[in-house]
């Protein structure tokens, strides 16, 4: 059987990004005859993605661009799970839809998995050329703070713990999904645990990630601290 890549959206309030990050997965996918299709997983965007998300459709096609909105903002975490389980590839792709992930590392993701036979590949923004372009210090501050304690603690061998740009084998992210306990910004790091728990192997491609353009941000102090309160929670179960 061909391999097959579904690409995992979630989306919420991402209508200018939305046409440019498909655009972009559609030709990298097409350049490199890969075979894809790309699930939009909408939590009913005030600012109308959906919309959007259906006109890109009609463009595309059915069988590229799925739509699976949701009634209401449910989160990141469930907002996988829901995309999984109307996946048909053998291989998933998560991203955010706002542009901090350029779709043009994807085939680098897919050769390195073919050449190593991996479980998973993920982005990098801690190793290599990889980097962060457009954050203040202080986000870069936490960001690399964030990954050095969780690095410490937990020993994962793995660069960047908190990112989310990464490609599994369905059936891998299927399992890591049902023991993953975390929601927020602690869930892509126990992701991770739990896969070297599991004794998956898991590869790393250097991405340059860009801050959102368009949009608003919302990493705050709560955040963070319910980072921490996660972090320590793994530390003290794993
Ligand atoms: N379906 C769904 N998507 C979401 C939800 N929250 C965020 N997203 C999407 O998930 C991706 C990551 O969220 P971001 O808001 O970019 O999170 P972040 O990168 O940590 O923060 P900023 O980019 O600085 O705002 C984006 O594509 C969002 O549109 C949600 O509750 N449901
Ligand atoms: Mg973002």
């Known amino acids: 059987m061909a391999d097959k890549y579904s690409v995992l959206l979630p989306t919420y309030n991402e209508r200018e ?3 440019i990050i498909t ?7 097409k350049e490199h005859n890969i075979n894809f299709e790309i699930i939009i997983i909408d939590d009913a965007s005030p600012d109308g993605t959906l919309e959007v998300a259906k006109q890109l459709q009609q463009l595309y096609g059915e069988d590229r661009i799925i739509l699976r909105p949701r009634a209401g903002k449910l989160g990141l975490g469930t907002a996988y799970v829901h995309g999984i389980k109307n996946a048909t590839g053998n291989y998933v792709i998560i991203m955010d839809a ?3 992930h350029h779709p043009k590392f994807i085939p680098e993701f897919i050769k390195l ?3 190593k036979n991996l479980d998973i590949v993920t982005g990098t923004r801690y190793h290599g050329a990889g ?3 457009g954050w203040d210090l202080r986000r870069k501050l936490t960001s690399r703070g964030a990954n050095f304690i969780a690095a410490t603690l937990l020993r994962p061998g793995v660069s960047d713990l908190t990112g989310s740009f990464r490609l599994y084998r369905k059936d891998v992210l299927a399992k890591l999904i049902e023991v993953t ?3 927020g910004y602690v869930f892509q790091m126990e ?3 739990r896969a070297r728990q599991l004794g998956f192997t898991i590869g790393e491609i250097p991405i340059t990630f860009v801050d959102r353009v368009y ?3 919302k990493l705050g102090a709560e955040e963070i601290a319910l980072y921490l309160k996660g972090l320590l929670t793994l530390f003290l179960t794993t």
Not at 23 to 29: G, S
């Open 98 to 100: 706002d542009m901090s």
């Open 17 to 19: 990004n939305l046409p």
């Open 181 to 183: 306990k975390a929601k």
């Open 215 to 217: 949009g608003e941000s």
């Open 113 to 115: 998995q073919k050449a």
């Open 191 to 193: 992701m991770m645990i």
């Open 131 to 133: 980097g962060v372009h």
């Open 23 to 29: 655009w972009l997965l559609v030709k990298a996918f």
